[in-house]
């Protein structure tokens, strides 16, 4: 199986004694970079909805891309889904694993492995950044992410992909151009009136689940289910076709 997760706006870009590789669409990240640079600060706050501090520590850095410090990204990425991957406690050879079957969506970067080089930025996919393209991060993208899941998951020999991303970010897999069955999983707290949805804890979990398939070599999509990983336990009476459901106690949190 392959299986994908969103980015993080925090990063850690802190120094780690690791081999990177290079990202697939490096070039494309370039390109985005250098129009994202003819913004003025003010343009990068209204883009992406920051504040003017942040706007100003963005501008500086697509105006630097290309001379920055780079990280590989699944150790880069430090937020809450990241909490759950802890990839950085992963092995040299759960890493190997990884590497062929993690993908992270990027805005940026359009699609990522966990040890391709990454420098510090931030362009969330919803971002409407016009370009030669179009009109969006979608426009730019296209169907090229879809294409390139199917070639890695052509690779693997697999034809299932595991959607731990958000809606935001797995909206940049043109689902026509997909060949692939996707699961995705859905993380629930129970609550007084039936589970819910908490994004907190929904993400943590997609890092988690991500990591369990990671370190269990998990082929076969029936065997995600055995997922428990912070007290969470698969609920068959709350799961959809390929949408299995997950629900934790409250004092499990």
């Not at 209204?46 to 850095?61: T, V």
């Not at 052509?154 to 997909?178: H, I, M, R, W």
């Not at 988690?208 to 698969?234: C, E, K, W």
Request: with cysteine; charged share 30%.
């Amino acid at each position: 199986m392959l299986v994908v997760l969103s980015p993080a706006k925090k990063l850690d870009m802190s120094e780690v004694d690791t081999t990177a590789t290079d990202p697939q669409f490096a070039d494309d990240a370039k390109a985005l970079a250098k129009t994202a640079r003819g913004l003025t600060q003010k343009d990068l706050q209204k883009l992406m909805g920051i504040s003017e501090n942040l706007a100003k520590l963005n501008a500086d850095r697509f105006k630097a891309f290309g001379t920055m410090e780079s990280k590989p990204a699944a150790l880069a990425f430090a937020g809450d889904t990241y909490t759950g991957l802890e990839a950085a406690s992963l092995d040299p050879e759960e890493m190997d694993y990884a590497q062929d079957h993690l993908r992270i969506l990027s805005g940026l970067y359009g699609l990522l492995r966990p040890r391709d080089a990454i420098e510090p930025y931030r362009l969330e996919m919803g971002s409407r950044l016009k370009t030669r393209r179009g009109k969006s991060l979608y426009d730019y993208w296209g169907d090229r992410i879809a294409k390139a899941l199917n070639e890695q998951a052509e690779t693997l020999g697999t034809d299932t992909l595991v959607n731990c991303a958000s809606q935001e970010y797995f909206g940049a897999v043109k689902p026509d151009a997909l060949n692939l069955r996707v699961i995705t999983p859905v993380f629930m707290e129970e609550k007084p009136d039936g589970p819910k949805v908490v994004s907190f804890f929904a993400k943590q979990a997609r890092g988690a689940m991500a990591r369990f398939i990671v370190q269990n070599r998990l082929t076969d999509p029936d065997s995600l289910t055995d997922f428990d990983t912070g007290g969470y336990r698969h609920r068959p009476d709350l799961t959809e076709p390929d949408k299995p459901a997950f629900v934790r106690p409250q004092d499990a949190a």
